[in-house]
């Protein structure tokens, strides 16, 4: 049943990948990227992966749709045609892609128990509420065993708002 | 006559659920799923829809940008923070051990904190640059 779900999303996702490099309304690929990071948010819904989901719904969905909308706000709604050849884009595209393929490639297969990561996880749920007292582990986790991790993420979202407020914001009006 | 009376009135009864549910997600995160940051999305992208549906200058009352890029170091500053109060209660950097009586309540002191230190940092940042990027559109 599961992977019937994950099925039916992921050719869901792939339809409305199309759909966005076809359409040459930015309005309209705004609004699919946005139905794109909901579908999105399901496939991590149906892998357990509830905070992630959260995470892609809020922020994926919402808050991007947001910010692409104002950013079209200030520029034309619709994509001018291209001034140049596209073979020079291509290449970097095709290049890359085979790139993550080749690094995809190297990655342990999907669920099995072998891998370190997982090798890791029943070291964590045994210890965490004798150590800890936080019943939900990924909390436990990234708050205070991976404290360092998530104080290092917090400054890069701090970054990313010092440089965004750099470029845009308005010096004394 | 405007024609947005539908939206108005759908953001007024949706946006008091978004808030009380950011809250749930910071302060159940311990219970279960979410934490800073999801709430402080959450939290955000509800002033961010009563700022696309009241306009900006409402929700810059709501939330001044001064506050907002006050919030933005603070909130690296409390998680930084938690972790200085270890080294000096002599523990290691954000180890919350000694944070409380036992070891167990000084884990659950220093994880609120750290995530209330992410919430703030979060919340604010996605208000700063949607603030930035509304505001270019005014013309003063």
Redesign the interface.
């Known amino acids: 049943m599961e992977s019937i779900v994950i099925l039916v999303l992921l050719t869901l996702l792939a339809a409305v990948l199309v759909a966005v490099v076809r359409t040459r309304s930015l309005f309209a690929a705004v609004v699919l990227l946005s139905a794109f990071s909901f579908l999105m948010a399901s496939v991590m819904l149906v892998l357990d992966a509830?905070?992630v989901a959260?995470?892609e719904a809020?922020?994926g969905a919402?808050?991007s749709a947001?910010?692409f909308l104002?950013?079209l706000?200030?520029t034309k709604t619709t994509e001018a045609p291209p001034r140049r050849s596209a073979l020079l884009p291509l290449a970097v595209a095709g290049i890359t892609g085979a790139a993550l393929l080749f690094g995809v490639s190297d990655l342990p297969p999907f669920g099995i128990a072998e891998t370190p990561m997982h090798r890791a996880g029943p070291d964590y749920i045994a210890r965490v509420p004798a150590?800890?007292?936080?019943?939900?582990v990924?909390?436990?986790v990234?708050?205070?065993y991976r404290?360092?991790d998530?104080?290092g993420?917090?400054?890069v979202?701090?970054a990313?708002?010092?440089a965004?407020?750099a470029l845009?914001?308005?010096r004394g009006? | 006559m405007r024609l947005d009376i539908v939206l108005r009135v759908a953001a007024k009864l949706i946006l008091p659920l978004m808030l009380v549910f950011a809250l749930y997600v910071q302060f159940h995160g311990d219970y279960g799923p979410g934490g800073g940051f999801q709430a402080g999305a959450i939290a955000a992208g509800a002033v961010i829809l009563y700022g696309l549906v009241y306009g900006l200058s409402a929700a810059q009352r709501l939330v001044p940008v001064a506050a907002v890029e006050t919030m933005v170091p603070l909130g690296v500053l409390v998680f930084a923070a938690v972790g200085v109060a270890g080294l000096l209660l002599g523990d290691n950097y954000l180890d919350y051990d000694k944070l409380a009586h036992d070891a167990v309540h000084g884990q659950e002191w220093g994880v609120f904190l750290v995530e209330a230190g992410v919430f703030i940092t979060v919340f604010s940042t996605m208000l700063a640059i949607f603030y930035a990027f509304a505001g270019r559109g005014i013309k003063e």
Do not use: W
């Open positions: 509830v905070d959260m995470t809020a922020v919402g808050i947001v910010l104002s950013a706000h200030l150590e800890t007292g936080i019943p939900n990924v909390t436990a990234l708050g205070s404290g360092f998530t104080l993420e917090t400054v979202v701090f990313g708002a010092l965004v407020l845009l914001k308005r009006g």
